[in-house]
């Protein structure tokens, strides 16, 4: 999956990140910065996303498509489809850009708008990647592990970063039956649950 990452991927990646690490130190306001995951986030995602179960493969805060191109790496290699969910305009048209100019189009879709307006609609989900305000993190916990099929995989991002915001989110995960968690100290510190 890694050694043989298409050109056009491969160019788009390299493209976001530069944009991401200007972003970061040229005060571009906080809304307005791509603010993805490091690589080594990427290629974890695309690691979990290839080793979850057959089902559906979700991504909550799509940005400008970085985390959503890693992710589709595993969705390309193991012939699955990818939704992602964005809610603010300028970063859906990023989105739609990377989107198009790596191919992939076919292997995604970008659902605009609230992803709490459509989560109750997927069932039988296999792996989800949460990476979006960290006030709708538990709302969005809430409504996937109950929809969330046996083996599936769910990944929340900042765990580490912002975790005086998500103390109480990742202690309810962490004491929830329904899955096995853990955080990784990778990036900026993944929360990692497979339900059980």
């Not at 976001?16 to 005060?27: A, K, T």
Request: proline fraction near 4%; charge should be positive; glycine fraction near 6%.
């Amino acid at each position: 999956m890694f050694h043989n990452i298409p050109k056009l991927i491969k160019e788009r990646i390299k493209y976001l990140e530069e944009i991401d690490s200007r972003d970061r130190i040229n005060g571009t306001p906080r809304l307005e910065r791509l603010r993805q995951i490091p690589p080594e986030t990427g290629k974890f995602l695309a690691l979990m996303a290839a080793s979850a179960p057959n089902g559906e493969i979700l991504e909550i805060g799509t940005s400008a498509g970085y985390s959503t191109l890693w992710i589709a790496l595993a969705c390309k290699n193991n012939n699955k489809k990818i939704t992602t969910f964005e809610i603010l305009k300028e970063k859906i048209k990023m989105a739609k850009e990377t989107f198009k100019t790596t191919k992939l189009e076919n292997k995604i879709d970008l659902i605009e708008g609230n992803v709490l307006q459509y989560l109750h609609n997927y069932k039988n989900i296999s792996f989800c990647f949460l990476d979006a305000e960290k006030a709708i993190y538990q709302k969005c916990y809430d409504l996937i592990i109950p929809n969330m099929i046996k083996g599936g995989i769910f990944i929340a991002d900042n765990a580490i970063s912002h975790y005086d915001r998500l103390k109480l989110m990742l202690e309810n995960v962490l004491n929830d039956y329904r899955v096995d968690g853990i955080i990784v100290p990778l990036g900026k510190g993944l929360l990692l649950c497979k339900k059980i």
